[in-house]
């Protein structure tokens, strides 16, 4: 059977470890000072939607006067454009979602949207549109979730997910994101600095707690 003198030592033991800070309520925050960030994801229903998302991505060219669009607006008139060059392609293993990628994958012109193609035949180089509907277009640009890091298929499966002290690239640059033949995007952002209010309210419910024991043990000690 536990001594009395036994329990009150645990007792202290325990009230000390609450008022220490129960910070493994919140992983990677462990001093309340991180800035939480939590992304909220849904499914894209309807072609409106779809085109803003389209409009928006890094990935697409939308042309006005950039030097780029002089080319692609001259393929769009004259249906392709060859020339007895080669192009240089993106390298395979390049990081996508890396500061150094630079390239689009997508062309809208006058409210329509292309996709850029390029095929070689012999020493020619032509350069080829391959006009999409709304929905096609943010298929092409929709990153598969098996490509993405695991924040964001948890946010995918799960309708959000909150990291600390970091920023999820695809939701930053408002990818859309393909899974299981839906696509899924941002509809919210938030941003704050330190842990959400639940998780205070747990800290000062167990603060309040430990100085209980401790103070119940150094009563029950005192009077051993």
Not at 7 to 16: D, E, M, S, V
Not at 67 to 95: F, I
């Amino acid at each position: 059977m536990v001594s009395r003198s036994t329990k009150t030592t645990l007792l202290l033991i325990f009230g000390i470890g609450l008022l220490l800070n129960p910070v493994y309520l919140y992983p990677n925050n462990l001093d309340g000072t991180g800035t939480v960030v939590t992304y909220e994801v849904e499914p894209v229903e309807n072609e409106t939607v779809a085109e803003s998302l389209v409009y928006i991505s890094e990935q697409t060219l939308t042309c006005g006067t950039e030097r780029a669009c002089a080319l692609e607006r001259e393929v769009a008139e004259q249906g392709s454009l060859e020339y007895n060059h080669t192009v240089q392609e993106r390298l395979p293993g390049w990081d996508p979602f890396s500061l150094s990628y630079a390239r689009y994958t997508l062309v809208a012109i006058d409210g329509r949207f292309y996709a850029p193609e390029v095929r070689e035949d012999g020493e020619r180089t032509i350069l080829t549109h391959r006009e999409l509907s709304t929905m096609e277009a943010l298929d092409q640009i929709a990153v598969p979730n098996d490509e993405t890091s695991p924040e964001v298929r948890r946010a995918v499966e799960t309708g959000s997910v909150t990291v600390v002290d970091h920023r999820i690239p695809e939701f930053e640059r408002r990818d859309p994101i393909a899974h299981d033949g839906e696509v899924y995007a941002v509809t919210g952002r938030s941003y704050s600095s330190g842990p959400p209010e639940k998780v205070l309210v747990w800290r000062a419910l167990f603060v309040l707690v430990g100085v209980g024991c401790v103070a119940v043990a150094w009563d029950l000690r005192g009077r051993e």
